[in-house]
């Protein structure tokens, strides 16, 4: 024990004397190893496996194709989902856990900012054509793979987008910045592209119009599809499959021909696109297929024909229109069959408006035998919208439409120096009789009315109700805002006893302002000028409030009208001609007087108003600019707003022994029956203070040789009056009428004696009034006349210019000039 005691105590000793270290050399670098190594464990195991991610997006993605082939039709494919991707690889001397974590971070702010930030998505078609034109890659800088088009519902504007590579396609809303999420779309098999940059789409109304060859040849968007005039010509390749694109991109060759798309032609017979239009290149009929087949750089122009052109040249079978093309290389025989068939178009070419514009068509009156018919009866009108209409149309280098050319209103719309009637008769009659300047050995019977001039001070207090169109159509500076300067123009001829009420129609009536002196001008002027255009047409409605109005604040012995301004496009209520007619028949009983102010183009109804102021106990004037305004309700204020007669009649009974026939020039749709001379009943015309009135007869003389003389018909207990002692009278004139609130008619006779004037020695005023019937004549293209050169008007109209202060003869003058200019 002892020896082991010491043993301890040496060991100790020993200890003491050389103390080793408590750890080997390099102990604390590999310790710090040690613990580096086991602090990467512990964050390994709290990170996610790098297939994690993929393994949830291969998931999701496999979600959605099953999601999408469940309900294949009511689906649209997801945009691609943010993902987050590790592409790092593990590298012993970095830090490969920070560059995770901060890949992770970054994904995640993108994803927040994504979803916090408002995106515009591109709107893309609905299948994937690739499109050569308008955009190229060069211009993208080759980063685009596909562009896509697309274009408002109202073709307003066009919109191009362009998709990355491999970008889904992401659906759009339909307008821009109001997006809507919808899991709903439709197959489509066709894309129509109609541009890819904004243009203005702009209509055009004609019976006859032309593509040339530089719009069928070009490679341009406006070359895929044209309304032009009025005409919707889907040709040229408008819808092509993608095959059809890119072998025509592809190859250079543009082939817009070469589909087998109908052409469609709008129009009255053509609205189904069933029907299509006949095709004629270089004058001979064609089928659709070979015209598909044509080569467009070989082709000069291609016309659009329909209406009464189309007839004219095919009758029925032109009536879905007429594809007329024309090459460049033509034989003599096409080029004749071409040359005529221009001819004919030409014949019929409408301006850009008047075709939605509405005529009554009508045949001129024809000659008559007088021992067959010596009586001839017809209402006096003194409507004047015929001649400053057809200036409109001349003035805007328009073709005129014949059924607008009434050649009793052209003469009217003058004033003549017939004398006043003496006595008490409201009116003078003025006879003159000679040469017929169109047909050598024809006469020509004027007979002309003078009212009575009556003071404004002795005028009756008026009762005015303005019926003002406030419709849509009405939008336009020649409508309302003309509309409205015309009105103040009336208001300046008012008295303070007058009183003028104002009633609107639209969509529906409403009083705008009750009957109000003319005093507070500066009150009506207000209502006048808040008047805003907006709607439908409820014309119907409209004639209803302002009669009811009018009636309401009747003045016994006044002057009670109502004055309708408007284009006459009636859509709402009583819209036919014949649905107003029956009601403005209804409405004349009440006494109220009526007068039509016409305004504007492209839509005018004048058959509308034309049977206002017909059966309305009216007249009826075109205001096309301020001028007239002037004119019609102002200077002849008096004659167009005061009647002094009513349901004037005439009625002219020619000696067979000077007149073997005989015929009237115009007024073709104010003619009566003859027993409807003495039936107080009938409705006739109306005449104003200071109006002159004037009618024209074209006479063949007894024994006179004429082409248009008709043939005669032997009646055998036919007899005559011309044994009788009856040798100075070519013919006797019957006149009747009514005072404005009478109900009985009185009758004026006149006797025309047989006179040999020639035109040298005739009045001014008859020369005159013969060069305007004649150019109306010229511009109805009559059958019936021979001379029709209009420099021969243009002279005998200088010979009647005299008396001219106003200066409207000498208008009338320029107008022929002009025409002569647009008729070559």
């Keep these: 024990m002892e020896n082991n005691h010491d043993i301890d105590k040496r060991f100790n000793d020993a200890s003491k004397l050389s103390e080793e270290p408590a750890v080997f050399p390099g102990f604390d670098k590999v310790w710090a190893k040690v613990e580096e190594k086991l602090d990467k464990k512990e964050e390994k195991k709290s990170i996610l496996p790098v297939w994690f991610p993929y393994g949830i997006a291969a998931s999701l993605i496999i979600g959605l194709g099953a999601f999408y082939f469940i309900s294949k039709n009511e689906t649209v494919e997801p945009a691609k989902p943010f993902i987050v991707e590790n592409r790092m690889e593990v590298q012993p001397e970095k830090n490969v856990v920070r560059v995770v974590d901060s890949t992770v971070k970054s994904n995640i702010e993108k994803e927040i900012e994504t979803s916090t930030s408002p995106q515009k998505r591109p709107v893309l078609a609905y299948e994937d054509h690739k499109i050569s034109e308008g955009i190229s890659k060069a211009e993208t800088g080759n980063k685009y793979d596909e562009i896509y088009a697309s274009r408002n519902a109202d073709y307003?504007?066009?919109?191009y987008f362009i998709k990355k590579k491999d970008e889904p396609v992401v659906t759009a809303p339909q307008k821009r910045g109001q997006w809507k999420d919808t899991l709903r779309t439709q197959s489509i098999e066709e894309v129509v592209l109609t541009g890819l940059l904004p243009k203005k789409k702009v209509d055009y109304t004609s019976s006859a119009v032309s593509v040339q060859s530089n719009y069928i040849a070009s490679n341009t968007p406006q070359a895929l599809q044209g309304t032009v005039a009025g005409v919707q010509v889907q040709a040229y390749g408008i819808k092509r499959k993608r095959n059809q694109i890119a072998n025509n991109s592809n190859t250079g060759n543009i082939g817009y021909l070469n589909n087998n798309n109908p052409i469609l032609i709008r129009g009255a017979a053509s609205l189904n696109g069933a029907n299509e239009p006949l095709y004629i290149i270089n004058g001979k009929i064609e089928n659709r297929d070979y015209f598909s087949t044509l080569n467009p750089k070989k082709i000069k122009s291609v016309e659009v024909v329909k209406g009464e052109a189309a007839s004219a040249l095919y009758g029925s079978r032109g009536?879905?229109?007429?594809?007329?093309?024309?090459?460049?290389r033509l034989s003599r025989k096409e080029k004749r069959r071409m040359e005529e068939m221009q001819k004919t178009i030409n014949q019929y070419k409408q301006n850009p408006v008047s075709e939605n514009?509405?005529?009554?068509?009508?045949?001129?009156?024809p000659f008559e035998l007088t021992k067959n018919q010596p009586l001839s009866t017809f209402s006096i009108d003194v409507d004047k919208a015929a001649y400053s209409n057809i200036r409109r149309m001349i003035n805007n280098g328009q073709t005129v439409d014949k059924n607008a050319v009434r050649i009793e209103e052209m003469i009217n719309y003058f004033k003549y120096t017939y004398p006043q009637p003496k006595n008490n008769d409201p009116f003078s009659?003025?006879?003159?009789y000679s040469d017929a300047p169109w047909n050598p050995d024809h006469k020509l019977l004027k007979i002309g009315l003078q009212g009575k001039n009556i003071g404004m001070d002795k005028l009756t207090p008026s009762n005015l109700v303005f019926?003002?169109?406030v419709s849509g159509s009405m939008d336009a500076a020649n409508k309302l805002p003309l509309l409205k300067s015309s009105f103040k123009v009336?208001?300046?001829?008012?008295?303070?006893?007058?009183?003028v009420g104002i009633v609107v129609y639209a969509g529906s009536a409403g009083m705008v302002l009750p009957p109000t002196s003319a005093q507070e001008k500066d009150k009506i002027i207000l209502a006048l000028d808040h008047l805003q255009a907006g709607g439908s047409t409820a014309g119907g409605e409209g004639i209803e409030l302002a009669y009811k109005l009018a009636q309401e604040n009747f003045i016994k012995n006044g002057n009670n009208r109502v004055i309708i301004a408007t284009d006459g496009d009636f859509n709402v209520g009583a819209s036919s001609t014949s649905d107003v007619k029956t009601l403005i028949e209804e409405k004349r009983k009440s006494g109220v007087f009526?007068?039509?102010?016409?305004?504007g183009m492209g839509n005018y109804k004048d058959n509308m108003l034309e049977t206002l102021a017909d059966k309305g106990n009216g007249n009826y004037a075109y205001i096309d600019n301020l001028q007239e305004a002037n004119k019609f309700l102002g200077r002849e204020f008096a004659g167009s707003i005061y009647t002094i007669a009513k349901d004037v009649k005439i009625q002219i009974e020619f000696n067979p022994k000077y007149v073997s026939s005989y015929r009237l020039i115009g007024y073709e749709n104010r003619k009566l029956r003859n027993e409807d001379f003495t039936n107080d009943k009938i409705d006739a015309g109306e005449l104003g203070s200071g109006h002159t009135v004037t009618a024209l007869y074209e006479v063949i003389p007894v024994h006179m040789k004429s082409a248009f003389l008709p043939d005669e018909n032997k009646l055998k207990y036919n007899t005559t009056s011309s044994s009788e002692n009856f040798s100075d009278e070519l013919a006797t004139v019957k006149f009747r009428y009514k005072n404005p609130d009478g109900d009985k008619s009185k009758e004026i006779v006149q006797v025309v004696k047989n006179t040999n004037t020639s035109m040298v020695s005739a009045s001014s005023d008859f020369k005159f009034i013969s060069s305007v019937a004649w150019f109306g004549l010229v511009l109805r293209k009559s059958d019936l006349i021979q001379k029709k050169d209009l420099s021969d008007i243009e002279k005998l109209a200088k010979q009647g210019k005299s008396n001219d202060e106003e200066g409207y003869r000498s208008e009338f003058l320029r107008l022929v000039e002009s025409y002569k200019t647009i008729s070559k």
């Design 357 to 365: 514009e509405a005529y009554d068509e009508f045949v001129e009156n």
């Design 594 to 599: 009526l007068t039509c102010l016409g305004f």
């Design 429 to 432: 009659i003025n006879t003159e």
């Design 319 to 328: 009536a879905n229109g007429i594809v007329v093309v024309l090459t460049k």
């Design 156 to 159: 307003s504007t066009d919109e």
């Design 467 to 469: 019926l003002i169109d």
């Design 490 to 499: 009336l208001l300046d001829q008012l008295r303070p006893q007058d009183k």
